[in-house]
């Protein structure tokens, strides 16, 4: 039996949560807000205090529950023990249950819009409803935050330039972990998705990955083990990241 320390996004929260219960591992589970995202460089800061502030011998490893996330996890120093993190872009990854899934529903349809009830239940008031959507909160609602922030005109030109990048999607996916009440969240992504004329799919979610991550099941080619006195640095290789020596 190991400890873990698992890092991890309020938008992996049920999942992350439900597989530490099953676990043989002793998991410890450190939540940050989602919204975080927004400042890569803020949550990369963060995630090294948290990492920084752990003394040696504690854990057997700190879990990263994300994946690059806007380059957030990019620069992370594994300092006294080792970091583990996916080989992933995003979350989508690992409620879809691996990077090659994602990346054949990308190919497919590049245009969509990502909806979970992990992600949507604790979304911050102004923030995007769906995940792979910056920016794309219920307009109404959206508008009245940018007058209240810049004024009408700003605001209105704001808005006309959401409704252009918006029009490059065409399609609205809801997936369903198998954790939580996912019922009336469906229901949300299905009524904006008829709200838009998107195409409206529901997919079945898979855990494999971040239940791989929380069991010790490190498989090289689908989750990075970052050594001590090593940095998480990007990679053009398909593995999307690798474990650097820190000069430091």
């Known amino acids: 039996m190991k400890r873990f320390l698992a890092l991890t996004c309020e938008a992996l929260a049920r999942m992350t949560y439900s597989l530490a219960a099953a676990s043989e591992h002793t998991i410890t589970i450190q939540l940050y807000k989602q919204g975080l995202h927004n400042r890569p460089k803020g949550l990369r800061a963060v995630l090294q205090e948290q990492i920084d502030a752990v003394p040696p011998a504690t854990y057997d490893a700190i879990l990263l529950a994300y994946g690059m996330c806007g380059n957030s996890t990019v620069g992370l120093i594994a300092r006294d023990t080792p970091l583990v993190i996916p080989r992933v872009h995003d979350c989508i990854s690992l409620y879809l249950g691996s990077h090659d899934r994602y990346m054949a529903e990308f190919e497919e349809h590049p245009g969509t819009y990502w909806y979970s009830v ?98 010790g099941e490190w498989a090289e080619d689908e989750i990075l083990v970052v050594p001590a006195g090593h940095y998480i640095e990007q990679s053009g290789a398909s593995g999307l990241i690798r474990a650097v020596r820190s000069p430091a």
């Open 118 to 215: 992990d992600y949507m239940e604790r979304q911050e008031p102004g923030a995007a409803v769906a995940l792979g959507a910056a920016g794309i909160a219920d307009q109404e609602d959206q508008y009245e935050t940018y007058v209240a922030k810049f004024g009408k005109e700003t605001a209105d030109a704001l808005m006309e330039e959401m409704r252009k990048w918006s029009q490059h999607y065409t399609r609205a996916v809801f997936i369903d972990t198998g954790v939580g009440h996912s019922a009336p969240y469906e229901q949300r992504a299905a009524d904006k998705a008829e709200l838009e004329n998107w195409v409206f799919e529901r997919k079945t979610g898979n855990n494999r990955l971040l239940k791989m991550l929380i069991a």
